[in-house]
Nanobody, 125 residues
Framework: QVQLVESGGGLVQPGGSLRLSCVAS????????IGWFRQAPGKEREGVSY????????YYAYSVKDRFTISRDSAKNTVYLQMSSLNPEDTAVYYC??????????????????WGQGTQVTVSS
């Protein structure tokens, strides 16, 4: 019943843009912190971006800062990740995740409880 579904991934050329969406069902996303994570082949899962439950605070990994923008839409129960100036190093499966409990670790995967299935982003010429 509780579910997160990512979409918007695909193949894009270097320098291009994509917008990822994460739609929640079975619960109200307003009450949850949201994180975007990614995992590339042969690498550990890493945090990408975070937005607080009220949207007042955001955080970005250094590698994506100034290129990615996280946002949320209460009416649509959805969170977005706008990605610009993509490069091959951004290639990964991207996951959204949520947590309700307060935690000072903004992008620690183990603190997140509900995860989506992921969407593939491939940046290649």
């Amino acid at each position: 019943q509780v579910q997160l579904v990512e979409s918007g991934g695909g193949l894009v050329q270097p320098g291009g843009s994509l917008r990822l969406s994460c739609v929640a069902s079975g619960f109200t996303l307003d009450y949850y912190d949201i994180g975007w994570f990614r995992q590339a082949p042969g690498k550990e899962r890493e945090g990408v971006s975070y937005i607080s439950r009220r949207g007042g605070s955001t955080y970005y990994a250094y590698s994506v800062k100034d290129r990615f923008t996280i946002s949320r839409d209460s009416a649509k129960n959805t969170v977005y990740l706008q990605m610009s100036s993509l490069n091959p190093e951004d290639t990964a499966v991207y996951y959204c995740a949520t947590r309700r409990a307060y935690n000072t670790r903004w992008l620690e995967p183990k603190t997140y409880d509900i995860w989506g299935q992921g969407t593939q982003v491939t940046v290649s010429s």
